[in-house]
């Protein structure tokens, strides 16, 4: 296998047709045939020898991301996965342009990266929706940020209310809503700010399992319909499989691409397919080595295979 930075493909023996051509989905595979916006060559994301130091309060130095180097395509879909603690939100974080690199540069679209941009959007675990405003509301509120005006807010909290199905649930409050609904009023609000990328820290961790299988099923759909570039965070390398079109694992401490994955399998699949475990399986042997690594550090003993 070849390390980083080049990116090698272990599951070609499932290649679909289907990719790089004009459909998501190989036809009659699934429910749905989608238009694919083919992926382009050009990247949409660039980081260029990232590096993070992060100072303690006691004048220590703790180094989270060493040399990263990784470019994310228009509309492909990255996964990233490592142990906890190896920088992935930091790297996000630095992609929003909510942090700036100790050294090395973020690029979108060729240009640096040195703050917040409408171009680029966070959803977090937590979601960050406002209690005191209903669902619509919530999805108004970043295009009320962007001076979107008022008719053409209403058209697209619609648009995407329907996107998400949760068009019956527009006057709903948040308590109202189950986990699982929540997590799409915080999709359908980050995608009504028509980001071109969509950074996703662990967003489905705490949702139950059946609530998840539904929001993989919904963002592999609305990821096809809006061609969107998506870098996404997960513990879960089944989930980072059944999504991506690429995973990359992360070192422990500092955080360092140690290898990156070609997911290849056609499309839509499920985190139940004997093709996405055995595609899992063989990621996760290499992640535990950094997780193994992760636990020596933190509990100083030994942790056997
Ligand atoms: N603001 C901060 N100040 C100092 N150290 C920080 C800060 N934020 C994160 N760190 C440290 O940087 C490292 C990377 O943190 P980060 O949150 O990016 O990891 P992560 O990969 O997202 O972990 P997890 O999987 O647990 O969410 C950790 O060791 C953390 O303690
Ligand atoms: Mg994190």
Not at 57 to 63: A, Q, T, V
Not at 251 to 258: A, D, H, I, L, M
Request: with cysteine.
């Amino acid at each position: 296998m070849t390390l980083n930075p080049a990116t090698q493909s272990v599951f070609s023996d499932h290649r679909s047709p289907a990719r790089g051509g004009t459909t998501r989905w190989k036809s009659g595979a699934g429910p749905a045939v989608l238009p694919l916006p083919a992926a382009s060559s050009t990247p949409k994301v660039s980081l260029k020898d990232i590096s993070l130091t992060y100072k303690g309060n006691n004048g220590s130095r703790l180094l989270a991301l060493d040399s990263i180097n990784l470019q994310v395509k228009t509309g492909e879909f990255l996964c990233i996965v490592g142990p906890s603690g190896c920088g992935k939100s930091t790297l996000l974080h630095l992609i929003a342009g909510l942090q700036q690199p100790s050294h090395g540069h973020v690029l979108v679209d060729d240009k640096l990266v040195d703050g917040p941009g409408t171009d680029r959007i966070l959803i977090f675990q937590e979601l960050g929706l406002f209690p005191w405003l209903t669902v619509a509301q919530n999805v108004e509120f970043g295009m009320k940020m962007n001076h979107v005006p008022k008719p053409e807010r209403q058209e697209k909290i619609r648009y995407y209310l329907r996107l998400v199905h949760l068009s019956q649930f527009q006057n709903n409050y948040i308590h109202q809503l189950s986990g699982g609904m929540r997590q799409r009023v915080a999709l359908a609000r980050a995608l009504a700010t028509e980001p071109d990328v969509l950074l996703m820290d662990e967003p489905f961790a705490a949702l139950d399992a059946q609530t998840r299988d539904l929001l993989h099923d919904e963002l592999e759909r609305i990821w096809a319909e809006t061609g969107r570039t998506i870098i996404f965070v997960t513990h879960n390398v089944r989930e980072a499989v059944r999504l991506g079109d690429r995973v990359a694992v992360f070192t422990f401490r500092p955080g360092r691409v140690k290898r990156e994955y070609d997911i290849d399998l056609p499309r839509p699949r499920h985190l139940e397919d004997v093709t996405v475990a055995k595609s899992a399986r063989e990621i996760l042997d290499d992640l535990r080595e950094e997780i193994n690594r992760s636990l020596e550090a933190e509990y100083g003993f030994e942790v056997r295979p």
